[in-house]
């Protein structure tokens, strides 16, 4: 009996060594040592709200990162519009236009020569049936005077037909080229030299020494301005 209670207790002494090397207690379940929360715990836990979080840090966030709304095309084709207009407006009033100068067709004197002419070389400003003033007449159109040219024009029909000494040679065959309503740079008033010259209704050529010398009428008014002593009709 004595040897049975020793045999049992060394046994009770064996067991309780390995129980104890292996960590656990005799007289309680083996418990797990993992470190993951209770689930009790973690159910009772209030989920974090990341929609919330994420609202918050973009409240929290300075205006000017955010993204700004494209410009409408629109406004800004009319912004442009509008500056160019104040532009050209800032340049008009910076550089104002300057008067248009009709630029004189009338040649230069050539001394000893015979210039080729036309009657717009000769043309000058007045109003038709204006009183005429000598200061009208271009400096370029005085400074021919005494000069030799050659112009073409018609003879202005007459009583005479044949060895005409005088005539009047007009821009063109009408005759309201010369007399009332005519413009006074549109005739010329031809005293041949030597031999006089036959009329004809075809266009000619007269050459001669050009001056300017006013003609007036029974009344008074300037009828022609402009004089040729001619040496040569062809």
Do not use: W
Request: charged share 25%; glycine share 6%.
């Amino acid at each position: 009996m004595y040897l049975t209670l020793k045999t049992l207790s060394l046994a009770s002494v064996l067991i309780a060594l390995a129980i104890s090397s292996l960590g656990c207690t005799p007289n309680g379940t083996p418990q797990p040592t993992s470190t993951t929360h209770d689930p009790i715990e973690a159910a009772s836990s209030p989920p974090t709200d990341v929609t919330e979080d994420a609202e918050t840090e973009s409240a929290d966030s300075p205006i000017s990162d955010k993204p700004k709304s494209p410009a409408n095309v629109e406004d800004i084709a009319e912004q442009a519009a509008s500056q160019t207009d104040d532009s050209e407006n800032l340049i008009a009033a910076a550089d104002p236009p300057k008067p248009t100068v009709t630029k004189s067709t009338t040649p230069k004197p050539q001394p000893g020569k015979t210039i080729d002419m036309t009657f717009d070389d000769i043309k000058f400003d007045i109003e038709p049936d204006a009183d005429f003033e000598r200061e009208m007449i271009p400096q370029p159109i005085e400074d021919l005077k005494k000069q030799k040219i050659r112009i073409g024009g018609y003879i202005l029909p007459g009583f005479q037909s044949r060895d005409i000494k005088q005539f009047v040679l007009v821009r063109d065959n009408m005759e309201c080229c010369f007399g009332p309503g005519a413009a006074l740079y549109d005739c010329i008033l031809v005293e041949m030299s030597g031999r006089g010259v036959d009329f004809t209704v075809r266009p000619v050529t007269v050459e001669g020494e050009f001056t300017i010398q006013e003609y007036k009428d029974g009344d008074g008014k300037v009828r022609a301005i402009y004089h040729m002593q001619g040496t040569n009709v062809r």
